[in-house]
């Protein structure tokens, strides 16, 4: 194993433990607070059941942000087995994306409770999804084109009527650099939908 790949395995490998390390501290903290806190608080004729809300809130959100993150970071580190930092880095912020999203829909519908609560919920999961649509979508078109490679950096293309080469494949954007030197940033959602001309260059 090369010294580049022991390295990604390693970083693997530990965020695997952050990821499971933070599940199981939310899982003791929020046991602790729950079940004997408030228990023992109870004991001495302090109910503070009502304001439970105030703190398990705040606590989801904390915890659950640095849940998704881990997860990402998992995902991240175990797609570089196979692929470059643009490709992987794509996937990890989509998986943000769609994580903080449903963090916040599942808290809105946790706090409304009930039937309001589920309509709460899927309320905001519908307006944070329509939100983000536009970013997560050239997210996922960035990790297919760096996943597919329909041209690489260096390539003189055509794509969505512009002509130039090919100076960067991120994960929102593809920079062209036209012949009169402007530089042309290509949203990745628009290049998935049209056709690409690639042109071959010719050999001397």
């Known amino acids: ?16 433990y952050k990821l499971t390390l933070w599940i199981a501290a939310y899982i003791i903290i929020s046991a602790l607070i729950n079940g004997y806190v408030f228990k023992l608080l109870a004991e ?8 439970s809300s105030y703190i398990n809130i705040p606590l989801a959100i904390l915890f ?10 998992v995902i991240y580190w175990n797609l570089r087995f196979k692929y470059d930092h643009s490709a992987a880095a794509g996937a990890r912020n989509a ?5 903080i999203g449903a963090i916040l829909a599942s808290i809105a519908g946790g706090v409304a409770g009930g039937t309001a609560g589920v309509a709460l919920g899927g309320f905001l999961g519908l307006v944070v999804g329509y939100a983000s649509q536009q970013v997560l979508g050239q997210a996922i078109s960035g990790l ?3 996943i ?12 969505v009527g512009e002509d130039g080469e090919v100076l960067d494949i991120g994960v929102m954007f593809i920079l062209l650099k036209k012949s ?4 042309v940033y290509i949203p990745n959602n628009s290049v998935i939908s049209q ?3 690639k042109k071959e260059i010719a050999s001397s």
């Open 95 to 99: 998986i943000k994306i769609i994580g």
């Open 195 to 197: 056709k690409i001309y």
């Open 148 to 159: 597919i490679r329909p041209f690489k950096i260096g390539d003189k293309v055509n794509i």
């Open 64 to 73: 659950g942000y640095l849940i998704v993150a881990s997860l990402s970071d």
């Open 180 to 183: 009169d030197n402007t530089l």
């Open 44 to 51: 001495h004729n302090l109910n503070v059941s009502s304001y």
């Open 1 to 16: 194993m090369s010294s580049n790949r022991k390295e990604i395995a390693k970083k693997f490998t530990y965020s695997i």
């Open 144 to 146: 297919f084109l760096l």
